[in-house]
């Protein structure tokens, strides 16, 4: 009788087994529902780490469970939730992968390191219900499907950049930004911490760095139509790292394996430095103030403008070679992490040609243009770099005009500067702007914040990446980041927002197997995500549930046509200047905008009759504009 009763409850259990795919991002190796009942999460469960490094890991996942349960965990060496670090380490799942097993009656994770136990804690934390996440005790089921994984990661890099030079963010908002990195496996923070706009790195030895170079007179709104700095106008707006803040920083964020990639962008990009120190710069200008974001290049398409005020350092100045050498003594103090990023990008020329001292230079080391002569600064700074134990990395302009002999590449131009360093036997970070780039239109322009961006890069195209180019080494591609420059970007609220989900997409690219990628398996689980969000209180985007409309001229006659990029959506629009909602006109097909400069469409996309994202509205003009192909 007790063996039939087994029998009954184990197909009963079967029958509750989910038949949608699971909700971890990024996506495990191998995941597979078991036929056990869920472990049930109590007060009086145990949770343990076989040593003092799983202690440490076991003890991080304990305090996130305890913020929304209230359950309070004494850490031990065994628990029902226990992690353990092998003693015969697993050749499948290396350094930074992981096994773990749930049933009725406990929880293992196993890894070879406490960077493979803090990643299945996290995937532990996924397989909890999303109330999980939130900040402040709530009631919910707290159970855990009965699975068994096995995971580890597709690439050894994977990172996100987050610029703090356009707008400054506090120590806690930083953190807060690395938090979320972390759930996802990331481990790699890129910390762009210099450009036009801000120095924001204490360096003791050149104090103007922050007393002048972090601060800009304040200017708010439209980035890129500020006025510039008024003559007598006081510098108001400031922000920078103090050196122990940076040391707390990069503490915190090592406790998550993440490493601090540091960038100090030179030679241009420098306004701040050049305000700050005149005397760096071919003009030597003392008038150049820090840039509040007004206009201060002309660009021209193809990477090709001209700066009106001199952002760049001079390269035949041996001054120059000095401050660097003092800057980049202390960066490499503060950041343990083996490289150091030097920019290189979108580096004008124009006033090294007409330098009298660049002119000299290039004479006496034989150099046939700017491009070299950007080089041989680059060859200069690396060898700086080494000299204080770190390699350098660069954007893909450092290849123009020769290749330092052991920079990496970051190519954020497309794939090929990357293509091309790998080919050199360089090591490459793909971060395309066609991609990765966060900070570039998601959306309809209509209803998203920024509706000038130069560019679109929407969730699925995120999600269609693959970072190793046909025909290349992979053991060159050190893996990828997404990018978030923060000229429109004024809050961490709004960091958050350009920041998932395509996020959680980029982390399927870096972490994922490439053969496990599947557009609508991966739109499930970030619906998912979105509700732990929810609970968090964090910000995200819901951009591809928004209707994407383009025209079409059939016979003279003007036809919308609208798509979502999350497949699954029912869509209904008005041209009566009503809001739509689900008992208006149900999209089937192209819809024929009638002639008239008041005609306004307006649509809206549903599921199970519930709005899933924003009514865009536009005009019969702009559909005009959208007009793809004229038919005769």
């Given at each position: 009788?007790?063996?039939?009763?087994?029998?009954?409850?184990?197909?009963?259990?079967?029958?509750?087994?989910?038949?949608q795919?699971?909700?971890?991002?990024?996506?495990?190796?191998?995941f597979?529902?078991?036929?056990?009942?869920?472990?049930?999460l109590?007060?009086?469960?145990?949770?343990?780490?076989?040593?003092?490094?799983?202690?440490?890991?076991?003890?991080?996942?304990?305090?996130?469970?305890?913020?929304?349960?209230?359950?309070?965990?004494?850490?031990r060496?065994?628990?029902?939730?226990?992690?353990?670090?092998?003693?015969?380490p697993?050749?499948?799942?290396g350094?930074?992968?992981?096994?773990l097993?749930?049933?009725?009656?406990?929880?293992?994770?196993?890894?070879?390191?406490?960077?493979?136990?803090?990643?299945?804690?996290?995937?532990?934390l996924?397989?909890?219900?999303?109330e999980?996440?939130?900040?402040e005790?709530?009631?919910?089921?707290?159970?855990?499907?009965?699975?068994?994984?096995?995971?580890?990661?597709?690439?050894?890099w994977?990172?996100?950049?987050?610029?703090?030079?356009?707008?400054?963010?506090?120590k806690?908002?930083?953190?807060?930004?690395?938090?979320?990195?972390?759930?996802?496996?990331?481990?790699?923070?890129h910390?762009?911490?210099?450009?036009?706009e801000?120095?924001?790195?204490?360096?003791?030895?050149?104090?103007?760095l922050?007393?002048?170079?972090?601060?800009?007179?304040?200017?708010?709104?439209?980035?890129?139509v500020h006025?510039?700095?008024?003559?007598?106008?006081?510098?108001?707006?400031?922000?920078?790292?103090?050196?122990?803040?940076?040391?707390?920083?990069?503490a915190?964020?090592?406790?998550?394996?993440?490493?601090?990639?540091?960038?100090?962008d030179?030679?241009?990009?420098?306004?701040?430095?050049?305000?700050?120190?005149?005397e760096?710069?071919?003009?030597?200008d003392?008038?150049?103030?820090?840039?509040p974001?007004?206009k201060?290049a002309?660009?021209?398409?193809?990477?090709?403008?001209?700066?009106?005020?001199?952002?760049t350092?001079?390269?035949?100045?041996?001054?120059?070679y000095?401050?660097?050498?003092?800057?980049?003594?202390?960066?490499?103090?503060?950041?343990p992490?083996?490289y150091i990023?030097a920019?290189g990008d979108?580096?004008?020329?124009?006033?090294?040609?007409?330098?009298?001292?660049?002119k000299?230079?290039?004479?006496?080391?034989?150099?046939?243009?700017?491009?070299?002569?950007?080089?041989?600064?680059?060859?200069?700074v690396?060898?700086?770099?080494?000299?204080?134990?770190?390699?350098?990395?660069?954007?893909?302009?450092?290849?123009?005009?020769?290749?330092?002999?052991?920079?990496?590449?970051?190519?954020?131009?497309?794939?090929?500067?990357?293509i091309?360093?790998?080919?050199?036997?360089?090591?490459?970070?793909?971060?395309?702007?066609?991609y990765?780039?966060?900070?570039?239109?998601?959306?309809?322009?209509?209803v998203?914040?920024?509706?000038?961006?130069?560019?679109t890069?929407?969730?699925?195209?995120?999600?269609s990446?693959?970072?190793?180019?046909?025909g290349?080494?992979?053991?060159?591609?050190?893996?990828?980041?997404?990018?978030?420059?923060?000229?429109?970007?004024?809050?961490?609220?709004?960091?958050?927002?350009?920041?998932?989900p395509?996020?959680?997409?980029?982390?399927?690219?870096?972490?994922?197997?490439?053969?496990?990628?599947?557009?609508?398996?991966?739109t499930?689980?970030?619906e998912?995500?979105?509700?732990?969000?929810?609970?968090?209180?964090?910000?995200?985007?819901?951009?591809?549930?928004?209707?994407?409309?383009t025209?079409?001229?059939?016979?003279?006659?003007?036809?919308?046509?609208?798509?979502?990029?999350?497949?699954?959506?029912?869509i209904?629009?008005?041209?009566?200047?009503?809001?739509?909602?689900?008992y208006?006109?149900?999209?089937?097909?192209?819809?024929?905008?009638?002639?008239?400069?008041?005609?306004?469409?307006?649509?809206?996309?549903?599921?199970?009759?519930q709005?899933?994202?924003?009514?865009?509205?536009?005009?019969?003009?702009e559909?005009?504009?959208?007009?793809?192909?004229?038919?005769?």
């Amino acid at each position: 009788m007790q063996k039939h009763l087994v029998l009954l409850a184990l197909v009963f259990v079967s029958s509750l087994l989910p038949a949608q795919n699971n909700n971890i991002i990024p996506q495990p190796v191998a995941f597979t529902y078991t036929r056990s009942l869920p472990f049930k999460l109590t007060a009086a469960t145990t949770i343990g780490g076989n040593n003092a490094e799983a202690q440490r890991v076991a003890r991080q996942l304990a305090d996130q469970i305890s913020r929304a349960t209230g359950f309070k965990f004494t850490i031990r060496k065994q628990g029902a939730i226990q992690l353990t670090l092998n003693a015969t380490p697993n050749a499948e799942i290396g350094d930074e992968g992981y096994t773990l097993s749930v049933t009725n009656t406990g929880v293992k994770i196993n890894a070879n390191k406490a960077a493979g136990l803090f990643y299945g804690a996290q995937t532990l934390l996924q397989l909890l219900p999303p109330e999980i996440e939130s900040a402040e005790v709530v009631s919910a089921k707290w159970t855990i499907p009965a699975c068994k994984i096995t995971d580890y990661p597709r690439f050894g890099w994977r990172g996100m950049m987050l610029d703090v030079s356009r707008h400054f963010f506090s120590k806690e908002d930083v953190k807060r930004y690395i938090d979320r990195m972390a759930r996802y496996k990331y481990n790699v923070f890129h910390w762009h911490l210099t450009d036009d706009e801000g120095w924001r790195i204490e360096i003791k030895s050149l104090p103007k760095l922050t007393q002048i170079g972090a601060c800009r007179v304040p200017r708010y709104g439209k980035w890129g139509v500020h006025e510039a700095p008024k003559e007598g106008e006081a510098a108001t707006d400031c922000g920078f790292y103090t050196q122990d803040e940076i040391r707390e920083i990069v503490a915190y964020a090592a406790e998550r394996h993440i490493q601090i990639l540091p960038e100090i962008d030179v030679p241009g990009h420098s306004t701040a430095v050049v305000a700050s120190y005149p005397e760096l710069s071919c003009t030597q200008d003392p008038n150049i103030k820090v840039s509040p974001g007004y206009k201060f290049a002309e660009w021209y398409g193809n990477g090709q403008f001209k700066m009106l005020v001199d952002n760049t350092l001079d390269p035949s100045s041996e001054q120059v070679y000095s401050f660097l050498d003092k800057v980049f003594t202390e960066v490499a103090a503060l950041f343990p992490f083996g490289y150091i990023h030097a920019g290189g990008d979108e580096c004008y020329h124009g006033y090294w040609e007409n330098d009298p001292d660049c002119k000299e230079l290039m004479a006496k080391e034989g150099l046939k243009t700017t491009h070299e002569l950007q080089s041989y600064f680059t060859k200069r700074v690396e060898k700086i770099i080494q000299s204080k134990g770190k390699k350098l990395m660069g954007w893909d302009e450092i290849l123009e005009g020769g290749l330092a002999p052991e920079a990496a590449v970051m190519s954020w131009r497309g794939l090929e500067g990357g293509i091309e360093a790998a080919k050199l036997g360089h090591y490459v970070v793909m971060s395309p702007n066609d991609y990765v780039y966060i900070d570039l239109l998601q959306g309809e322009p209509a209803v998203e914040p920024d509706q000038t961006s130069y560019k679109t890069v929407r969730l699925q195209k995120a999600y269609s990446f693959e970072p190793v180019p046909e025909g290349i080494d992979p053991k060159f591609i050190l893996g990828g980041q997404a990018n978030l420059w923060t000229e429109k970007v004024p809050t961490i609220r709004q960091a958050e927002y350009m920041t998932y989900p395509r996020a959680w997409a980029i982390a399927d690219l870096y972490w994922s197997q490439k053969e496990a990628r599947n557009w609508d398996a991966f739109t499930q689980r970030m619906e998912n995500h979105m509700e732990r969000f929810d609970h968090a209180g964090a910000n995200y985007a819901r951009s591809a549930f928004d209707p994407i409309v383009t025209g079409s001229m059939v016979n003279g006659k003007l036809f919308a046509n609208i798509t979502t990029e999350v497949n699954g959506l029912d869509i209904y629009y008005t041209l009566d200047e009503s809001i739509p909602d689900k008992y208006s006109r149900k999209y089937t097909g192209p819809v024929e905008i009638p002639d008239g400069k008041a005609v306004t469409l307006k649509v809206a996309s549903f599921r199970n009759g519930q709005s899933s994202g924003k009514m865009v509205p536009l005009s019969r003009d702009e559909i005009v504009k959208r007009v793809k192909r004229i038919d005769p």
